[in-house]
């Protein structure tokens, strides 16, 4: 009878699991569908891709929305075996509210780490292609950024031609052996620029001891600089920000790549920050849980369910904007970004604690 029971509860919850990943999927395809149809409807791309990019982006989106879709998975399934008497029935037959509830936990523990191990490296890949070809299409494709294990290569467009930046070190918002190459129209070299030292924190890039060669019908004048400046599309804000996309990297390749992903130009702190964030994944999963059966096994009576939705979004809601919170505080450098990511599952995790031993008793 309990292995009956057990494949009762375990049955009951994924179908339901999966329904609300469904409901998630849907809503997420028609939303970002227009996004994407905007982007492409001056372009001349195949009347498909749009729906072929949405179908592909979305999966990464649900991993993220994971923590709300258990939470409103356990809610649904438990106020489904509350109103219909299973609730009763089941402990009838000695299952416990912390046993039904531990079950159902357990499985959606389990569940983020098949997720972490299974899926994510799957969704990465996908955002990967998603992000490759928008980029085919983007109109800013002349302005590329690289980090590698030579350093930093930057090419722009500017008014007489193309400037092509290279820099040996970027250490936050300084670069270090800066070479600046400036081609005409025809590709050939007009002005080379070198200086030790640049700090580029603002778009106006300072260099100091630069030295500039200018070549004009094959004659070079050289030129030295104690301070020197150039405009440029790029600062260090938005340099660093297109190497925060951690979409396109997965669990896998934080774990096994960690210190290759710091010499392509990753910052440490991010990358810490994020690992924390997804092995925190399965452990939120657990508590999410806990939170939606204190919600709906303090009874045995059958209620209304609007009650309990309405409860259930001003949960998700508060939650929601405690990790935004957390994550704020970690990256004003109130607490470090690393811990960030625990605070919400610490925190929660301590107050349902509280709830769960008192659903017990009843």
Request: with cysteine; aromatic share 16%.
């Amino acid at each position: 009878m309990n292995k009956i029971l057990f494949k009762f509860l375990l049955s009951g919850f994924f179908k339901t699991f999966f329904k609300v990943v469904l409901i998630f999927y849907c809503f997420g395809i028609i939303l970002n569908l227009f996004e994407e149809i905007e982007f492409f409807k001056n372009l001349d791309a195949n009347p498909f891709l749009p729906l072929t990019l949405t179908a592909l982006y979305i999966p990464s989106m649900i991993i993220k929305l994971l923590p709300f879709i258990i939470f409103i998975s356990s809610m649904w399934f438990l106020l489904a075996l509350r109103n219909n008497k299973n609730l009763l029935s089941l402990k009838i037959f000695g299952y416990s509210n912390f046993r039904i509830f531990f079950i159902l936990a357990s499985c959606a523990f389990i569940t983020g780490w098949i997720t972490l191990f299974a899926f994510n490296p799957l969704t990465s890949t996908m955002v990967k292609y998603y992000e490759k070809t928008k980029s085919e299409y983007s109109r800013d494709i002349d302005h590329l950024v690289s980090i590698n294990k030579n350093g930093l290569w930057i090419k722009e467009n500017i008014e007489d031609g193309i400037r092509i930046t290279y820099a040996r070190e970027p250490k936050k918002n300084i670069l270090k052996d800066v070479t600046i190459y400036n081609l005409n129209e025809n590709h050939s070299l007009i002005k080379k620029i070198y200086s030790p030292y640049a700090n580029i924190e603002k778009k106006e890039w300072k260099m100091q001891d630069a030295t500039v060669f200018n070549f004009t019908n094959g004659i070079t004048e050289e030129t030295l600089y104690e301070d020197y400046s150039i405009i440029s599309d790029y600062d260090y804000k938005k340099i660093n920000s297109l190497f925060k996309n951690f979409d396109t990297m997965s669990f896998l390749d934080l774990l096994l790549n960690y210190k290759d992903l710091q010499t392509r130009g990753y910052n440490k702190i991010n990358l810490d920050q994020n690992l924390n964030s997804m092995l925190s994944l399965p452990f939120f999963l657990f508590i999410m849980t806990a939170v939606a059966a204190i919600l709906t096994m303090n009874t045995l009576k059958k209620s209304n369910n609007f009650t309990f939705i309405v409860a259930g979004l001003i949960t998700c809601v508060l939650i929601y904007y405690f990790k935004d919170l957390s994550l704020a505080l970690g990256q004003t450098d109130r607490v470090p970004l690393s811990l960030a990511a625990w605070i919400p599952v610490v925190v929660i995790g301590l107050f349902s604690s509280i709830g769960i031993l008192q659903i017990n008793e009843k």
